[in-house]
Nanobody, 125 residues
């Protein structure tokens, strides 16, 4: 079993920054690909970023490339998402997730088997 708890969301003006964290406990965090997804009232849950088990490879959806940075600290069992140059379209509930089965399909929601409860990010114009 894996437990994931996100934190760091909030309200920020366009152009501002927020840093999200995801604390993991339970099964081996350091072996798993980790991802961030987001969901707004008008969109399905969508992929934002993912990171390989050792942090050596990262993936981003096109809309956040150059603005968001995903990272992890396996000694602290924590996943991060640094979000800069935020825009109103980034407003959503952000979820962290882990692929404990090693599916390798980092882009798809179905690849992830454990999810956090989400943290709200609101960007005002």
């Amino acid at each position: 079993q894996v437990q994931l708890v996100e934190s760091g969301g909030g309200l920020v003006q366009a152009g501002g920054s927020l840093s999200l964290s995801c604390a993991a406990s339970g099964r081996t965090f350091s072996s798993n690909t980790m991802g961030w997804f987001r969901q707004s009232p008008v969109k399905e849950r969508e992929f934002v970023a993912a990171i390989s088990w050792n942090g050596g490879t990262t993936y981003y959806t096109d809309s956040v490339k150059g603005r968001f940075t995903i990272s992890r600290d396996n000694t602290k069992n924590t996943l991060y998402l640094q979000m800069n140059s935020l825009i109103p379209n980034d407003t959503a509930v952000y979820y962290c997730a882990t692929d404990s089965r090693g599916s390798g399909s980092y882009y798809y929601r179905e690849a992830y088997d454990y999810w956090g409860q989400g943290t709200q990010v609101t960007v005002s114009s």
